[in-house]
């Protein structure tokens, strides 16, 4: 069983450039979450995709935006960068309908806005 | 607000010495409550749950009972060992299915 594997691990940007980092869910699992964590705080929720559309979606500007690929893959995409979205993003995925609040972390990609 | 405070870290112990992190949430209602733990270089991880007022979770020696009146789910281990090192983090489930955070404890186990 793969488990949830996240890319790039880590990247650099500047201000105003546009980023993408992906995410590959565990194998079985439909649905996919994203979350961005800020150093010494608790992650907080971006968005979830289940079936290729969003369900659900956290207090993040709209230039946070997100698809799902029909194999359950994701990608998350975040424009005109500023200096706060230096985190590290993670995904996490879990299993058909499950609102459970089990999820299963990739290792998440870190992020840092120059 | 609907929100999830834990208490600040790095909690620093020595090896089979008895843990606590405190947790305490707020909500509407009664919530799920979850621990998480992220071990160094690695991704978040379940460590337990509980799904209604009284019920305990555990694992791996960790235990942590949903306290309804005090709410809270504090988080225990009668011996702790270096390899428990790690963050950990409190959850509440919320309406919406989706998980609110604490901002984390760090634990540091010296042998």
């Known amino acids: 069983e793969t488990g949830v594997t996240q890319s790039p691990t880590h990247l650099i940007k500047t201000r105003g450039q546009q980023v993408t980092l992906r995410c590959s869910s565990q194998s079985g699992h439909n649905t996919v979450s994203w979350y961005q964590q800020a150093l010494g705080q608790g992650p907080q929720f971006i968005f979830q995709?289940?079936?290729?559309?969003?369900?659900g979606r956290g207090n993040f500007p709209p230039r946070f935006s997100g698809l799902q690929f029909p194999n359950y893959s994701s990608e998350l995409n975040v424009n005109a960068l500023e200096l706060d979205d230096s985190a590290l993003y993670l995904c996490?995925?879990?299993?058909?309908?499950?609102?459970?609040?089990?999820?299963?972390f990739g290792e998440g990609s870190r992020l840092t806005v120059l | 607000g609907n929100s999830v405070t834990q208490m600040e870290g790095p909690v620093t112990l020595s090896e089979e010495a008895f843990l606590t992190i405190n947790c305490t949430y707020t909500a509407t209602g009664y919530p799920s409550l979850f621990w998480y733990v992220q071990y160094p270089g690695e991704g978040l991880q379940l460590l337990l749950k509980a799904t209604k007022a009284d019920d305990k979770g555990s694992n791996k020696g960790f235990e942590a009972t949903y306290r309804k009146e005090t709410t809270s789910f504090h988080l225990e281990k009668g011996s702790v060992q270096v390899s428990d090192s790690a963050v950990y983090f409190c959850?509440?489930?919320?309406?919406?299915?989706?998980?609110?955070w604490g901002a984390g404890t760090k634990l540091i186990i010296k042998p």
């Open positions: 996490a995925s879990s299993p058909e309908g499950a609102n459970t609040g089990e999820l299963f």
């Open positions: 995709y289940y079936r290729e559309e969003e369900n």
């Open positions: 959850a509440r489930l919320d309406s919406n299915y989706q998980l609110i």
